[in-house]
């Protein structure tokens, strides 16, 4: 009987000493907390502005009117004077890009993006900036440097802040400022920063 001992001491001491050095060396792997969800994708808004000439911020402005307060029965008129204190703004003036709130003292915003070529600008703006609304009404304006209206959208339209959300304004007939300030296209399409 003392050598079953013997041995059973031996195979105990020498599983001990197995385990502790499997512990030790790290092949036993312990159960670990689930990674951190990433945040969600910052949601933007990009909208596409095209002209029937060329881009010519030197002699007029091309504003994009935002209105995010959710409420699509009093979205953006083509009068800018008329354009109400929650609505943001970017405009497009001797070649360089603002974005603000309507709203008198209202510090600049940054854009996510924005670019210009000959016929085209875009801009992007994070949805956050415009306190995440689900759905924002858009008026594209162009005006002479004093703010008279050349050309605008047939009517202000709204687009869901839906991811992949797409709709297009209306345009027809040209305004008053020549070919580089009638509209000819407007799109906005919701995407995501990454």
Request: hydrophobic content about 35%.
């Amino acid at each position: 009987m003392g050598i079953k001992n013997t041995k059973r001491t031996i195979i105990l001491l020498l599983t001990i000493g197995i385990l502790v050095l499997t512990v030790v060396s790290g092949c036993v792997r312990w159960p670990t907390p689930d990674p951190p969800v990433p945040p969600d994708p910052e949601y933007q808004l990009k909208v596409t502005v095209e002209v029937a000439g060329e881009i010519n911020s030197d002699e007029g402005i091309y504003y994009i009117v935002l209105d995010a307060d959710e409420d699509p029965a009093d979205g953006p008129g083509s009068d800018i004077f008329f354009w109400d204190d929650d609505w943001y703004y970017i405009n497009l003036e001797s070649y360089f890009f603002y974005f603000a709130k309507v709203e008198e003292g209202s510090p600049e915003l940054q854009l996510t993006d924005s670019s210009y070529s000959v016929n085209k600008l875009e801009v992007t703006v994070a949805l956050i900036d415009l306190e995440d609304p689900s759905s924002i009404e858009i008026n594209v304006v162009t005006t002479d440097s004093e703010n008279n209206t050349y050309h605008s959208l047939d009517s202000y339209f709204t687009i869901s802040t839906e991811i992949g959300s797409i709709e297009e304004g209306i345009v027809s007939g040209s305004g008053t400022g020549g070919v580089d300030f009638d509209i000819t296209k407007v799109t906005a399409e919701i995407i995501t920063l990454y």
